[in-house]
């Protein structure tokens, strides 16, 4: 409940939050002896299509945020606003690519989420669970601290995992490698020659570039057809501000600076 002589201030941050398949791994971690069902694109693209996200930012996320269809913010280099559009939640369009798949009753799978990072984060990771079991996969969830959850992850544990990521530089060539490259947070064991090329020569580019752009563009392009991840939405931020506070101005960075604080004049 709000307070008298407190507003509240809310949006985006510079971190996305998605969810991430283990592409790699030839059998299944909830169906030992049967082959990984995330290996095949029309089964990722089913379970993409299976989450409702504008439900969720509405309801879970209280409209904090908006969902996204990349894995970095507007704020950060390389990113393409055309690419950011989600695909269509369909469930009907789910259940024809999970059987043309060949998985017409679906399969099991676990969702791997932190329950103490994000911002409901675990609330997140149990309205997307519900809706992947009524496109028909039987879909359970592994919520744990932050802390197990790292080092599970690191281990290689996750067959399907959530994660959040704020790039330390700013630009898209750090997710693209340490998510989706070469880095050690890609637990996935993502790989495609195409998009590593791609990135390698994105980041020997000025900024301002345009050659640079239209690398990007073509990158979140493989991206979209691949799908090695589900890009969620950017994580939200809240600020409690008192009246005597005439103009706040929030940072994506997430941080507090005092010149874009303005007192109002008693």
Known sequence: ?????????QGPTARSIYFQFDVAREESLDEPGRPNPL???????????AIDMNTI?????????????????PAIGGFVREA??????????SRRLLAE?????????TLNCPNNRYINDEAICQAATAMLQRVGIQARLDAMPFGRFLQRGGAGEYQFYMLGWTPGNFDMTN??????????????????DRMNALVTEISTLSPDNPRRQQLAAEYWGRFRELLPMIPLHQEPQVFAVRDTV??????????LEL????????
């Open 57 to 73: 930012t509405r309801v879970v996320l209280r409209g904090s945020t908006v969902a996204a269809g990349i894995p970095i913010a």
């Open 246 to 255: 005439a103009d706040f101005t929030m940072r994506v960075q997430e941080d």
């Open 175 to 192: 997710p693209a490698r340490e998510l989706l490259g070469e880095g050690s947070f890609n637990w996935g064991r993502f790989r495609d």
């Open 39 to 49: 290996r095949d694109v029309r089964v990722r693209r089913a379970i993409y299509q």
């Open 101 to 109: 798949a060949g998985y017409p009753n679906g399969f099991r799978l």
């Open 84 to 93: 950011n559009e989600r695909l269509p939640f369909d469930a009907d369009a």
């Open 1 to 9: 409940q709000q307070q008298q002589g407190i507003r509240l201030v």
């Open 259 to 266: 010149r874009w604080v303005r007192m109002r004049a008693n």
